[in-house]
């Protein structure tokens, strides 16, 4: 339920750009800026709820966080101006980035490696499910109702979320509501934290590649509802409605994940999944006929979960005993590096415009993915 919101938090803005820029009168290059500083906020808001988390308990963190989002998707509802938005965009992926790299990192305190990646692609579902309903309410309200709504609905359901997760923490076994007392106080606690993390050099890869992935793979993706309504002249709700097939491909990943995984290995699915994902942004970037966007999306969404899957899992194994601290650092690397690639994709927009900016990161992502799987593969655990 956590992760659902979170996923509709995120994508929500994507298909309302051109709305956006309509409304307040900007370009749709500064309306992304409503998508960059969610990213920006989420990303580094990680450096406090991985330590926090840890100290006070995962769950619990994310129950609080999930109220705190209440708040926050409600103040994006009602802003006056564009300004405005920005600050409560912010606020929105600085509160929302509570929920998901906890949970993963809650999952793998009591999941053994050797089940993780399934179990952590079924609790994907969520967030998959979330991107999905982000992009469709985006794109059906910034066509036919206020673009305010889905902020609304955001805000009452995480309000259920933070109620019912503080009901099951409440029923936790005590190892399952474990927490790790450091010494050391504050911030420098939390330095503490981040600098065990970053003393291995196996975790500064993983970190660097979640980063390039965020960046590339998100860079375009927050462009697709763009690029379709302005290439192919569909409606905005049309073009979110073709994305969510993003979450389509994710979802087959889920359900399939554990014959996946059994298959392909860790190398496999991070080669295959980058394949996907760079021949789907070409064919999106490229093609003369729109409905191709239907296996492209799709294609990029089984890739997208094959390869960054494969990345969390390693992520939950950095650094076992700062878990929290580890998935956090995990999380910040990866939207840090969406913020910067949106903005990077905005700012290319004058120069290569839509098509150019699929097309350059379709490249980019086999580059970065075909890296980590050599990488992946000459290390022994």
Known sequence: MGSFGSGMSMRVVDPMLVRLADEFSI???LASWAVTVFGFAYGISQLLYGPVGDRYGKVRVVAYGCAACSITALLCGAVPDFEALLVARALAGATAAAVIPLSMAWIGDVVPYAYRQPVLARFLIG????LSAGVVIGGL???YLAWRMPFVLISIWFAGTSIYLHRINAVLPADARAMHVSEAAGFRRMFIEFRHVLQRAWARQVLLTVALEGAVTFGALAFVPAHLHSTYGLSL????????LFGLGGLIFALRSHAMVRRLGEVG???GGALLMGSSLIVLAMTPFWWLAFPACCGFGLGFYMF???LQINATQMAPERRGAAVAAFASSYFLGQALGVAAGGAALSLIATRGVLTVSGVLVVLIGFRFAMLRQHRVD
């Open 237 to 244: 709700a049309s073009s979110g409605s073709l994305v969510m």
């Open 141 to 143: 309200s910034a066509d």
């Open 269 to 271: 699915l991070i080669r």
């Open 27 to 29: 370009t749709i290059a």
């Open 127 to 130: 967030q998959i499910l979330g």
């Open 308 to 310: 960054h899957n494969t």
